[in-house]
C-alpha cells in the first residue's frame, strides 16, 4: 500500500474532524476535545508530506511569523509566573490547541468542494442549535439535554450562559447574510439561506444580549462601506431592521450598562484586572493562572475579567496581547485586501467571514467568550477557513452575467 494513498486517507480523517468539530462545538465539550484532538493529529501526520505542505505559501511568511511569536511568547514567559506547571498546561491545552485549529484548519479545506460542504455543515448544525433555542424559549426546556431550562428567562441552547449563545448566533447570522449573496446558488438554497436568516435575527433579539446585539451592529455598518451594491444593500437592510425592531427591554439594559446592577460590576472587574496588568506588565501572571491571582488579591471574589482582550494581557502581558491583536488583525486585513481585488464566487461569503470574526473579537471586549471553552476555538476555526477560502476564491471565477456590469467596472478601476 503507497503512503500517499494513506495520507490521504488521514487528510480525510482531518477534514471530517473538522466537520464534526463544527457540529459539536456549541453543546459537547467532550466530543469537542475528541474532533479538535482527531484534527490537529491527522493534520500533523500529513505534514510529513510535500504535498500537504503547500497551505504554508497561502500567505505571507511575515503573518506566519507573528503566530510563532505568540506560540514562542507564552511559552517563555511561563517559567516566571508562581504556577509554571499550570501556565504550559494552558499554552498547550489551550491556546496552544487553538493555534493549531487554525492552522489545521485552513490546511484541510484544500478544494472549492470542501469549503463548500463545511458552509453546508456550519449552517445546518447551527439551524438545529438555534431550534433548541426556540424550545426553551417557548417551553422552558433544553430538548437536547432532555431537562428543564436552568437560567432563568433568556435561552442560551446547550451554552452556559445566554450571552455565548448570543454570540454564537451573530456570527451565524452574519455568515448567512453573506453566504446569501454569493453567486451562483440556486433559489431554493437561497430561500432555505433567507429563512435562516430571518429565525437567526429574530433569535438575537430574544437573547437580549446587548454585546451581541450591538457587535452585530457595528459589523452590519462596516459592510456598508463595501462598494459592492449587494452587499451595501442587504447589509443596510439588516442594519434598518436591527434599529427598528430593537425590544424596549433591551433599550433599558443599554439605558443601565454604567449602573452596579446594569453592568454585574464588570467596571471594577475591569479596574481590578487593569491594576493587576500594571503589576505584571511584561510578563503577565502567566497562561491560565488568571482565577488564581484576581481574587482575593485583586478582587473580593472569584471571577473572570469579563473582557478576553485585558484578561489574556493579565496572563500574557502586553507583549502577549500585542502578539494575538496583531494575528487577527493582519490575517483579516491581508484576506479584506485580497478579497477586494477579485469579484469572485466566493468573495461575499470571504467578506461574511471577516466580519463575523470581527464582530464576535468584539464582543470579547465585554465578556469572556476568547476563554469559553465552548466558543474558544470558533474565531480561530473561522479563520483559518477565512485563509483557505481567499486562496481557493481566485481559483473559482464567475461568469460575466453573475459579476455584472458595476462590479466589472470597480475591478478594471482597481487594476
Known amino acids: 500500500m503507497k503512503i500517499s494513498f494513506i495520507l490521504s486517507w488521514i487528510d480525510r480523517l482531518a477534514y471530517f474532524s473538522l466537520l464534526g468539530l463544527v457540529i459539536s462545538l456549541p453543546f459537547s465539550p467532550a466530543l469537542t476535545e475528541i474532533f479538535s484532538i482527531a484534527l490537529i493529529s491527522s493534520w500533523f501526520v500529513t505534514q510529513f508530506s510535500r504535498e500537504y505542505r503547500q497551505f504554508w505559501k497561502q500567505i505571507p511568511a511575515a503573518i506566519w511569523l507573528i503566530l510563532l511569536g505568540l506560540v514562542i511568547w507564552g511559552l517563555a514567559i511561563s517559567p516566571f509566573s508562581r504556577f509554571p506547571m499550570e ?39 447551527s439551524a438545529l442549535i438555534l431550534v433548541d433555542g426556540f424550545w426553551q424559549y417557548f417551553f422552558n426546556f433544553d430538548f437536547l439535554r432532555h431537562r428543564d431550562l436552568l437560567y432563568g428567562f433568556y435561552p442560551r441552547a446547550g451554552f452556559s450562559h445566554y450571552t455565548h449563545f448570543a454570540s454564537y448566533v451573530m456570527v451565524f447570522f452574519l455568515l448567512g447574510v453573506g453566504l ?60 434598518v431592521l436591527v434599529f427598528l425592531l430593537t425590544p424596549a427591554d433591551l433599550i433599558y439594559r443599554f439605558g443601565n450598562v454604567f449602573s452596579d446592577e446594569g453592568s454585574g460590576y464588570r467596571r471594577e ?55 494575538l491583536f496583531s494575528w487577527f488583525f493582519v490575517v483579516m486585513s491581508w484576506a479584506f485586501v485580497q478579497l477586494r481585488k477579485t469579484v469572485e464566487r466566493y468573495t461575499e461569503a470571504g467578506f461574511a467571514l471577516i466580519f463575523a470574526i470581527a464582530a464576535f473579537l468584539a464582543h470579547s471586549f465585554v465578556d469572556n467568550l476568547m476563554f469559553n471553552i465552548n466558543l474558544a476555538p470558533l474565531p480561530w476555526i473561522l479563520l483559518g477557513v477565512l485563509i483557505s477560502l481567499v486562496n481557493l476564491n481566485k481559483n473559482n471565477p464567475v461568469s460575466t452575467d453573475e459579476i455584472g456590469v458595476e462590479n466589472l467596472k470597480v475591478l478594471q478601476c482597481q487594476k
Open 87 to 125: 501556565s504550559f498546561k494552558g499554552c498547550f491545552a489551550k491556546w496552544g490547541e487553538w493555534v493549531a485549529l487554525c492552522v489545521a484548519s485552513s490546511a484541510v479545506i484544500s478544494s472549492a468542494k470542501r469549503l463548500e460542504i463545511f458552509f453546508k455543515t456550519a449552517i445546518l448544525s
Open 180 to 239: 446569501n449573496l454569493t453567486r451562483g446558488l440556486s433559489k431554493t438554497v437561497r430561500g432555505v439561506l433567507t429563512v435562516h436568516n430571518a429565525f437567526f435575527f429574530l433569535m438575537l433579539v430574544l437573547t437580549f444580549c446587548r454585546g451581541a446585539w450591538l457587535s452585530g451592529a457595528a459589523a452590519l455598518l462596516t459592510l456598508t462601506f463595501i462598494r459592492e451594491k449587494k452587499i451595501f444593500v442587504a447589509a443596510a437592510a439588516a442594519l
Open 269 to 323: 472587574m475591569w479596574m481590578a484586572t487593569l491594576r493587576m496588568i500594571q503589576d505584571h506588565f511584561w510578563s503577565g501572571v502567566g497562561i491560565n493562572n488568571f482565577h488564581r491571582e484576581f481574587s482575593p488579591t485583586y478582587f473580593w471574589e472569584p471571577a473572570y475579567a469579563h473582557n478576553s482582550w485585558i484578561q489574556f494581557t493579565a496572563e500574557a502581558g502586553v507583549p502577549g496581547f500585542l502578539f
